[in-house]
């Protein structure tokens, strides 16, 4: 039995994204600009299978103050608007991963400014000796989530938030 579940253990691991390769991108849009801010600080963990080669399980926190747009007063006003205080992180967690080749189907709850809601994700993976890349992009809607869409100008941003996000994990 000891080495049943030894050989169990080393099976499944958790792996957390390199920080380094790893991003994730949001995008919106205002009718006077656009913009994209970037965060390198989510922790985003894997349980994945070494004999099967597939990821059993997804964890990921986002803190809401580490996205950068390279315009500290628009960060600012985008913390004071997603109560960042209140509510520091979005997280994401999944209930069921389906492979189907490099596409993965990965069902979960996304936790956002205190609302969490169901989450369907179409992403791709691509796999080597070394590291699993997994690649894929959704949108939100603001007030989904009880946000009201931020102004400028008397002018409201669109609901919708485009992300993208990439993470590498070194295998």
Avoid: C
Wanted: hydrophobic share 40%; net charge positive; aromatic share 8%.
């Amino acid at each position: 039995m000891f080495v049943a579940l030894k050989s169990f253990s080393q099976e499944k691991r958790k792996i957390e994204a390199d920080k380094k390769s790893s991003k994730v991108e949001y995008a919106m849009k205002h009718p006077l600009h656009a913009w994209e801010a970037v965060s390198k600080e989510s922790k985003s963990i894997i349980v994945f299978n070494d004999k099967s080669q597939k990821i059993e399980a997804v964890a990921v926190i986002i803190p809401i103050k580490s996205f950068d747009s390279g315009n500290s007063n628009r960060d600012s006003h985008a913390i004071e608007v997603l109560e960042a205080l209140k509510f520091p992180n979005v997280t994401f967690s999944a209930s069921s991963i389906q492979e189907s080749g490099s596409d993965l189907l990965v069902k979960g709850n996304l936790s956002f400014h205190g609302v969490t809601k169901p989450l369907e994700l179409k992403v791709q993976q691509a796999i080597s000796k070394t590291n699993l890349k997994i690649t894929g992009d959704f949108a939100v809607n603001m007030t989904d989530f009880n946000i009201e869409p931020p102004g400028l100008m008397g002018l409201k941003t669109e609901e919708k938030i485009a992300l993208k996000f990439v993470m590498v994990f070194n295998l």
